[in-house]
């Protein structure tokens, strides 16, 4: 994990988690390196209240899986996953060492 923020959910979050706009979310940053250099950097998006010790949980293990399971979370089917590239924005292009 690189980074947690407890952030209110914008409209698109809010519906693909099933939760009112503006409900507390945490949006957790990985960067994910090879040879000590970053390779990908992502974001996702957890309810805060019903995994409110999702941030401290993955500071001591890295795996979603994993820290779900710990927050008793042992089986879960994704109703759809969203894999995309695209230009990074100036932030993303900082922490991947990205020089244009």
Request: glycine fraction near 2%; proline fraction near 6%; aromatic fraction near 8%.
């Amino acid at each position: 994990m690189f980074r947690a923020l407890k952030v209110s959910a914008e409209l698109n979050i809010a519906k693909a988690l099933a939760l009112r706009a503006s409900s507390p979310v945490y949006q957790i940053e990985f960067l994910h390196e090879s040879d000590g250099l970053p390779l990908t950097f992502a974001r996702n998006w957890y309810p805060a209240r019903r995994f409110a010790n999702l941030p401290q949980v993955l500071a001591s293990n890295s795996s979603i899986t994993s820290a779900l399971a710990e927050l008793s979370v042992t089986d879960y089917l994704r109703k759809w996953s969203r894999i995309g590239s695209t230009l990074p924005d100036p932030e993303v292009m900082q922490r991947l060492n990205i020089n244009r």
